[in-house]
């Protein structure tokens, strides 16, 4: 199961003098098990905070988190994470990338080997099994991150703008290797992006949130059958609508 | 013959024919100009020398006793300063506390230590393996230092996320190996340093042998010849264990590193 349930989120920081400023701003949200969210917002609006505090990477100021009934505190395995940077260790190979998280479980190298051969195949780089970091390419380093990510199982897998560096060829292929995975392993995803093309096309709910404090301005069901249609006349508008909503926020 | 092998060819030509020159030069002045072999040892006295020492089996003594002066240097400046580097560069305070105990230390030139290298372990091989390791330790301290407050915070998150959250296990799997390129050139200065120090240590009486204490000695007999033998063998062992240690920490230990530049 991956059920996360917030409640009363709040994080403010201290700035070198001393005096606060808010990056999230009472936050509460249930996400279903399975469900893909998508987060978008101006930069700054503390969706990449609330994505650190999810995974215990940050703790929030007030308010709680809770995974299937227990709360957050500290990162665990049950909730992988991939970074906007390129973040595989670059001296490890991809193969021992991948089986990392297994390792550090207790599992036996051999047995971890296996299953990371496994999510290797998933993303589709068999024949990297032994290269390093710097010999592939941006997408494919974040499709081998994104194996790592699944490897030890977790029920929640937390994207913060994983393709952003990424061309926009690539991005959409990305994508839709993305939403085949999510099919295939059935888990909770929360995406944080600024793109809303991107949004629109992989969420089931998109959080559109509000500046600096964060605050969730919208909640918007996208209930566009799936595979979707980029170019759709319900995506264009959907899409609209959240455009709409992120140029209020600059206004502001 | 592909180009480029033509071209390695022509530059191990070029060496080869700048090296001969200067020692065809060497020669000649020694002969013609300077006629004193007190001044100037020619190229042939020295390799009549060099060959003298081969014979009687004092290089090998001196060879093997200046390598463990260094050795034990070394090996007590790497087990010491690592861990030192590790503890300053990973727990935050911890820097603070040994910082200026090694402000104040580091900065003494590591010869100036000799005399108590004499008083506490007298004239053996530990007294000048302390001279080395006295200039081995501190850069071994600064480089693991600096390599670890370098270690890019990505890559300690991504760790703590896959379920590696001890600090036992992110220095080892994650800080060490990122810091390694660090520590590595680090060593390598110590190396550079704890050379000169063992010559240095070797001079001055700490020991009875080695390589070092050689050139003082004959210099003591005006033998000229043999202090320039003994010259040259310290530069040529430098390099090579510079070298050997360069291949070893590139090809084994950094391999997963892009365009490295020799």
Redesign the interface.
């Known amino acids: 199961m991956g059920r996360l349930t917030v409640t009363n989120v709040s994080r403010t920081f201290k700035k070198e003098d001393g005096a606060p400023i808010g990056a999230l701003d009472d936050v509460t949200l249930e996400i279903k098990d399975k469900e893909f969210v998508c987060f978008i917002g101006p930069s700054g609006c503390g969706k990449t905070t609330l994505l650190r505090i999810i995974?215990?990477?940050d703790t929030p100021t007030s308010g709680e988190i809770l995974l299937d009934g227990t709360k957050i505190s500290?990162?665990?395995?049950k909730?992988?994470?991939v970074?906007q940077?390129y973040?595989?260790?670059?001296?490890?190979t991809v193969i021992d990338n991948i089986a990392?998280?297994l390792l550090?479980?207790g599992t036996k190298k051999k047995k971890a080997i296996k299953i990371a051969e496994k999510y290797l195949e998933f993303v589709g780089l068999e024949q990297f099994k032994n290269s390093?970091?710097?010999?592939l390419s941006g997408g494919m380093r974040q499709r081998v991150a994104i194996a790592?990510?699944l490897a030890?199982e977790p029920q929640v897998l937390l994207m913060d703008e994983p393709f952003g560096a990424l061309d926009a060829q690539t991005r959409n292929t990305l994508q839709h290797e993305l939403l085949e995975i999510w099919g295939k392993k059935n888990v909770t995803i929360l995406f944080v992006t600024h793109s809303m093309d991107e949004a629109v096309f992989l969420a089931d709910r998109i959080v559109v949130m509000s500046a600096r404090p964060g605050k969730i301005k919208e909640i918007i069901d996208v209930d566009l059958p799936r595979p979707r249609d980029r170019t759709a006349p319900e995506s264009n508008a959907l899409r609209n609508h959240v455009l709409k909503l992120l140029a209020e926020e600059r206004e502001r | 013959m592909n180009i480029k092998n033509k071209e390695a060819l022509r530059n191990r030509g070029l060496e080869a024919i700048s090296l001969l020159t200067v020692i065809a030069m060497w020669q000649l002045i020694a002969d013609l100009l300077v006629k004193n072999k007190l001044f100037l040892p020619s190229f042939v006295d020295v390799v009549l020398s060099f060959l003298n020492v081969i014979k009687n089996g004092a290089l090998y003594t001196d060879i093997s006793v200046s390598l463990l002066h260094f050795l034990i240097g070394m090996i007590l400046a790497f087990i010491i300063g690592l861990p030192i580097g590790i503890i300053m560069g990973w727990f935050k305070g911890a820097n603070h506390i040994f910082d200026p105990i090694i402000e104040i230390l580091r900065p003494i030139p590591p010869l100036a230590w000799i005399p108590f290298a004499i008083i506490w372990f007298g004239l053996t091989h530990q007294s000048a393996g302390f001279v080395v390791f006295i200039g081995a330790v501190f850069p071994i301290i600064i480089n693991t230092y600096t390599g670890f407050k370098s270690v890019s915070v990505v890559y300690v998150e991504a760790a703590k996320v896959l379920g590696c959250m001890r600090n036992k296990n992110l220095i080892r799997y994650v800080a060490l190996p990122s810091a390694l390129p660090s520590i590595a050139a680090g060593v390598r200065i110590a190396m550079g340093v704890g050379w000169m120090c063992l010559v240095a240590a070797e001079m001055f009486g700490v020991s009875n042998n080695g390589l070092g204490y050689k050139i003082w000695w004959h210099y003591h007999l005006h033998q000229m010849d043999f202090v320039l033998v003994y010259m040259l063998l310290l530069g040529f062992l430098g390099l090579v264990i510079d070298r050997v240690f360069r291949h070893y920490v590139d090809d084994r230990l950094l391999k997963w590193r892009e365009g490295v530049v020799m």
């Open positions: 995974a215990g990477l500290v990162p665990d395995a909730r992988g994470m970074f940077e973040s595989l260790f670059p001296w490890r990392f998280g550090m479980q390093f970091p710097y010999e790592r990510a030890t």
